[in-house]
C-alpha cells in the first residue's frame, strides 16, 4: 500500500496560520481527509474530500490538494487548536492509509 | 445522542485471544462500511480492517490477516474483532470507526476506543 508522509511537529503563534503538509504518491487518485486528535480523546474528522468541512467544524480549517500533496491550513490558530492532526486517504480496493502524524503546538 | 462505544479490551498473555465489540447508538450501522483502526502507545494511527455493509465484503491490513476477524450484526447495531495469537505488538487502543461514504472513505464518527494490552 501507499504511504503518506507528514512534518513531525509545526509551531505556531496564537492567531497565525498553520500549514501541514501530506504527501503520497497515490493522492492525485484519491481523496484525502484529515483528523484532529488531543491526548486522551479519539480522532475528529475536520477535512473530508480534500476541502470539505464537516458541520461544527470552525471555518478556520481548509484543506487543499496539489498533485501528491494535500495541506491542511488553520488559519487564526487558537490555544485550543493543539493537538496531533493525521491525514488519511484510501480507495476501494485498498486499505485506509493514515500519515505518519504531525504535532501542532500553539506556542 | 449519535455514538459508538467500544468494549472487551483487557490485558492478555501473547498467543491469546480477545473479542471486541462496538455497539452503535442513535444511529442505523446497517447503513455504513465499519472499520477498526489501532494506535499503539505514544504511535500513529493504523487502519486494521473494514466491513461492508452487510457483511458480505472484509478486507485487513497485513498483520492481522489470518489471526484477527471483523463481523457485525445489523440487527443488534454492533460491530466485532475477533482477535487470535495475540503479539506484544497488537498492544494498542482500539477504535471503531464508521464510513459514511462508498467512494471517498473517510470516517465521521469514531468511538473512544478500548485498550488491549497484550503481555506476560
New interface residues.
Partial sequence: SHELTQPPSVSVSPGQTARITCSGDALPN??A?W?Q?KPG?????VI??DSER?SGIPKRFSGSSSGTTVTLTISGVQAEDEADY?C?????SG???????TKVTVL | EVQLVESGGGLVQPGGSLRLSCSASGFNLSNYWL?W?RQAPGK????VA?IKHDGNEK?Y?DSAKGRFTISRDNAKNSLYLQMNSLRAEDTAVY?CARDPS???????L????TLVTVSS
Fill in positions: 484519491q481523496y481527509c483528523y486528535q480523546q479519539a480522532p475528529v474528522l473530508y474530500k464537516p493525521y488519511q486517504s484510501a480507495d476501494s486499505p485506509y492509509v493514515f500519515g505518519t502524524g | 472499520s483502526v500513529g494511527l493504523q487502519w473494514k478486507s491490513v477504535f462508498d467512494y471517498v472513505w473517510y470516517f465521521d469514531w468511538g473512544r476506543g
